[in-house]
Antibody, heavy 119, light 108 residues
């Protein structure tokens, strides 16, 4: 069974940093592109970042470029999102999602972790 | 960036009725790389349709997708109680991948 479990969310002050992690199981992790998608309270979905299976392809939404860094560890079946210079508008539930390639749909999603940026 | 516009914003229907949801793109979606997701309150999105018309694993056959280019449709042939939720379309052929703003299907 495919499982994606996010962790690391919490309350952080504007300008602060947070590191999210997603632990994957139930599939050959290195064969899949992993993604972060976020959802602000009461709002729609926004793709944040993607990393290909071998980390050769990494991409970011313009809204987070230069502030967020995605990375993965295929030995540990995990993908992280390092978030720096956080702003109030980064407040959201962050979902980890699996895609079969860099231009593919997300077939499995984690349950999400809430990040709140507030003073 | 491809902007996806979903309509209507809210659809008020009764169980057993047919639901038709629209997703219009600001430019052509390459190779029909269009997906539909269902999201219930407090839950993660769930894949329903990919490639505009292919059902995901476990998607009931009352859900169908159609369209190409800039106009796409999700149809629920006969609403079941568990189908009342928010539905999002997403294009994944161009970067950045973008989502529509969602259509809420609510009980009339």
């Amino acid at each position: 069974e495919v499982q994606l479990v996010e962790s690391g969310g919490g309350l952080v002050k504007p300008g602060g940093s947070l590191r999210l992690s997603c632990a994957a199981s139930g599939f050959t992790f290195s064969s899949y592109t992993m993604n972060w998608v976020r959802q602000a309270p009461g709002k729609g979905l926004e793709w944040v970042s993607s990393v290909s299976g071998g980390s050769s392809y990494i991409n970011y939404a313009d809204s987070v470029k230069g502030r967020f860094t995605i990375s993965r560890d295929n030995a540990k079946n995990s993908v992280d999102l390092q978030m720096n210079s956080l702003r109030a508008e980064d407040t959201a539930v962050y979902y980890c999602a699996r895609t079969g390639c860099t231009s593919c749909y997300a077939d499995y999603w984690g349950q999400g972790t809430l990040v709140t940026v507030s003073s | 960036e491809i902007v996806l516009t979903q309509s209507p914003g809210t659809l008020s229907l009764s169980p057993g009725e047919r639901a038709t949801l629209s997703c219009r793109a600001s430019q052509s979606v390459s190779s029909s790389y269009l997906a539909w997701y269902q999201q219930k309150p407090g839950q993660a999105p769930r894949l329903l349709i990919y490639g505009a018309s292919s059902r995901g694993t476990g998607t009931p056959d009352r859900f169908s997708g159609s369209g190409s280019g800039t106009d796409f449709t999700l149809t629920i042939s006969s609403l079941e109680p568990e189908d009342f939720a928010v539905y999002y379309c997403q294009q994944y052929g161009s970067s950045p991948r973008t989502f529509g703003q969602g259509t809420k299907v609510e009980v009339k």
